[in-house]
Structure formats: structure tokens, C-alpha cells
């Protein structure tokens, strides 16, 4: 997509629902950062002009924007940002909230976290029985082991451990936003304020997701496949994910883990030649960091964390037992992304309402969109390509450790 109108142009329609005055302040403000020649100008247009035109619904979005993740560095996506929230004005998020809410000391502590570190976690825990109730409506979701693309009908004691990958992760995201609990951590306010504060725009809710992860092999392509390795996600141009310890995390159960501050500096760091969704190890980002910008998400169950995870992440393989963890994402824009659409069917009426109340938040909600991607999805042939080539994998590795046997035998 080519960049039609100026800068100015494109802010100017996009900001029509913005009065004239604030529109020319806004403007002004933002003049010393749309004069800075080190700024990507046709970048930053882009993202505006497919917000005016909606083109992130199309399917070809995602080709035409997937290979210019990288240019949004994180200066490039404040300005983004920054131009959104002027054109959409940030919003006070209000209601009962199912977390309790902060003291304004305790939430200025935590939005001044976020900001620097690019992660916080939450003074307050989601209450016990919370947790329970979405980790029990968990036995009637689908989930998809990520390494093989095994289908596990539902969360239960019996599955856990017989999965055959790392990780198994929710199949169709409506089914679990359906849970009622999942729909009030969605819309709480306090988590929605400080997203809302770190964007510097109206946060769109665009993931509702979960997985489970056990101890089932260490070899680097599992790992790499179920995010146990070091990586940024670059989902939009600025995104914020909120994770949830469903059970408790320890250091034995695969703690999530964050380079505090990566978002922020990650292009100092990288390696010559590095594309965005690449694998870095551990030692060569221990030769990058300073040893206490590494963080161990452990805490018990109910533990909120908000992160940005344009920042290096991933989640430390298990080493004894399971951990279960629930996953929002808000972003500023849906450019850059085919953002999966959820849709209103067995959605609260309070959810409902509140999305209502917020139609830019809940604007990759639409119905159309998402029928189209369940017809899709009833259309995967019956023939999963994934699958059968883990099988031949696990063949191949089987025949070589039976050569090698042989080998030894004769040789013995
Ligand atoms: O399992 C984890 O902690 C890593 C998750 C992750 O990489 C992600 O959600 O982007």
C-alpha cells in the first residue's frame, strides 16, 4: 500500500471527529516529532491511512505490512501512538472491575513500571475463586498442542501430562472468551487504564488466549515452536499482553521470563542480519544485558503481569509439573497484523453493553469476519501436514537411535 496522503492529511481525516482547536494544538505539540528527520514519515502514514481506510480487515494486509514490523522501533510506534490518541481520544475506563482497585500511589507506581521496565505486575492477584471458575469452564475448551497441531478437548487432570508438545494453546479464542470471568478481566478497568496510559491511545482488545505447558522435550525446535526461547512478538505496532498465573508459578514450573527494558533498547542489542520472530539464546543475550535486567515471573495463582512483549520473552521450560496461564492483548491499531476477529455470540450482556460504551476497543469484533474464519477453519483438510510431519520427525529420530544401537552393538 502506497503512502497517498501527507502526514498532516492523514491525521487531519482521521482526527474529523476531534474538534478543529484540538486538532491544531495536537498539531502543534506534534510538530517537533513530525519534523525529526530521523523519523520514518511513510511509516507512520501508512498506519494512518489504513486506519482510514480499514484495510487491516483484508486478508492481504498481513503480506503487504508482515515485512516492516522492524522499521516500528520504539520511538517510531510512540509517535504512532501518540498521533492515535489524539485522534481517538484515551477514554476513562469505569465499572466494578473484577481485580480491586488501586490506590492512586500503588497506580502511579505500577504505570511508571511499566513505562520504564516495559512490564509491571499487579499489586493485587485475581481472587482465588476467580481462578477456579475459569480454570474449571477450561475442561469444555479446545486445545491445540503448538509443536504438533493435537487437538485436546478440554483442560483436565487426565490430559495434562499426555500432551505431545511443550505447550497446548486454546483452538478458537471466541470459545474461550465465552467463559463470563474471562470477559470481566477482559473490560476491567484498572487493567484497562493503565494499558490505555502505557499506549497513550484507546487500547483495541485483540487476543483472549491460554495454555497449558509441561516437561516433554527439550529439544531447540519444540522450544522454539512453544516459545521457550528468547524472542519478541511484534503482533502491531505497539501491543501490551496481559498474562495470568492460573495455578501457581515457581522456578520447577516454567516461569514466564522478560529482559526489562528490551522494548525499548532491543535494536542496540540485536545481532547483525536479525529478523523480527527470530530465536536468540540465552548466553548470547547474557552477553548483551546486564545480568539484573533478567526477571523471573514467579508468583502464585492469580499473579497479573502486564508486559510488552516487543521486549525479549519466553517462557523457561518446565521442569516438574505444569503451569497454566491465561493471555489478553490490546494493541494501538490493527495495522500490521490479520488480527483475529472475535465476535458477540456467548458474550455476557454486560460485555455487551461495555463494549457499547468503547467502540474502538472492541472494533476487531464483527461477525462477518469471524464467520468467515470459522467456515475456514471447518475447511482444514482432513490431513494435517503439521502432524504428520512431527510423526516423521519422531520416525527419522527413531530409526537414527536405532542405527546408532546397531552401530554399537557391532562394534562392542
Ligand atoms: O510461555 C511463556 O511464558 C511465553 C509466552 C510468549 O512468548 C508470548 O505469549 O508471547
Redesign the pocket.
Known amino acids: 500500500m502506497k503512502p497517498t496522503l501527507t502526514l498532516e492529511q492523514a491525521f487531519r481525516e482521521l482526527a474529523r471527529g476531534v474538534e478543529p482547536a484540538a486538532i491544531e494544538v495536537a498539531l502543534e505539540q506534534l510538530r517537533p516529532y513530525l519534523s525529526d528527520p530521523a523519523i520514518n514519515e511513510a511509516a507512520v502514514q501508512e498506519v494512518l491511512e489504513s486506519e482510514l481506510s480499514g484495510s487491516y480487515f483484508e486478508d492481504s494486509h498481513f503480506k503487504a505490512t508482515a515485512s516492516k514490523k522492524l522499521l516500528f522501533d520504539y520511538e517510531l510506534s510512540e509517535l504512532v501512538c501518540r498521533l492515535l490518541g489524539r485522534a481517538f481520544p484515551p477514554t476513562s475506563f469505569s465499572g466494578p472491575g473484577v481485580i480491586k482497585p488501586l490506590e492512586s500511589a500503588a497506580a502511579e507506581e505500577t504505570r511508571a513500571h511499566l513505562d520504564k521496565h516495559g512490564f509491571c505486575i499487579l499489586p493485587h492477584r485475581l481472587d482465588q475463586a476467580t481462578c477456579e471458575e475459569i480454570v474449571r469452564a477450561l475442561d469444555r475448551v479446545d486445545f491445540r498442542v503448538k509443536a504438533t497441531s493435537e487437538i485436546v478437548r478440554g483442560y483436565q487432570p487426565q490430559n495434562v501430562n499426555r500432551i505431545s508438545g511443550n ?1 497446548c494453546w486454546v483452538d478458537d479464542q471466541q470459545q474461550f472468551l465465552q467463559i463470563p470471568q474471562v470477559q470481566q478481566l477482559a473490560s476491567d478497568p484498572t487493567i484497562l487504564n493503565l494499558i490505555q496510559d502505557y499506549l497513550g491511545c484507546i487500547p483495541i482488545h485483540d487476543q483472549a ?1 491460554c ?1 497449558w ?1 509441561i516437561n516433554h522435550r527439550t529439544s531447540r525446535r519444540t522450544m522454539k515452536s ?3 526461547l528468547y ?1 519478541q ?1 511484534k503482533d502491531f505496532v505497539r501491543f501490551v ?1 496481559v ?1 495470568v498465573h492460573l495455578n501457581d508459578v515457581t522456578d520447577e514450573n ?4 522478560y529482559i526489562a527494558g528490551s522494548a525499548r533498547d532491543y535494536l542496540q542489542h540485536v545481532p547483525p542480519n536479525y529478523s523480527v520472530g527470530q530465536r536468540l539464546d540465552d548466553d548470547y543475550l547474557q552477553s548483551q544485558y546486564a545480568s539484573d535486567r533478567f526477571v523471573t515471573m514467579r508468583g502464585e495463582q492469580g499473579t497479573i503481569l502486564l508486559e510488552d ?1 516487543s521486549g525479549f ?4 521450560p518446565v521442569q516438574r509439573g505444569h ?1 497454566l ?1 491465561l ?1 489478553l492483548e490490546y494493541c494501538c491499531s490493527l495495522y500490521g497484523s490479520p488480527g483475529l476477529s472475535f465476535s458477540y455470540d456467548g458474550l455476557t450482556p454486560e460485555y455487551v453493553d461495555f463494549a457499547k460504551q468503547h467502540p474502538r476497543m472492541f472494533m476487531n469484533y464483527d461477525n462477518s469476519r469471524y464467520l468467515r474464519y470459522i467456515a475456514k477453519k471447518r475447511k482444514r483438510p482432513l490431513v494435517d501436514r503439521k502432524r504428520i510431519r512431527h510423526q516423521l520427525r519422531l520416525f527419522g529420530e527413531y530409526l537414527g537411535r536405532l542405527g546408532a544401537n546397531t552401530r554399537l552393538k557391532k562394534s562392542a
Open positions: 505447550t488466549n495454555w505447558s512453544d516459545a521457550q524472542h512478538d499482553k498474562f516454567g516461569p514466564h521470563t512483549t520473552h519466553k517462557g523457561t503451569r496461564m493471555q
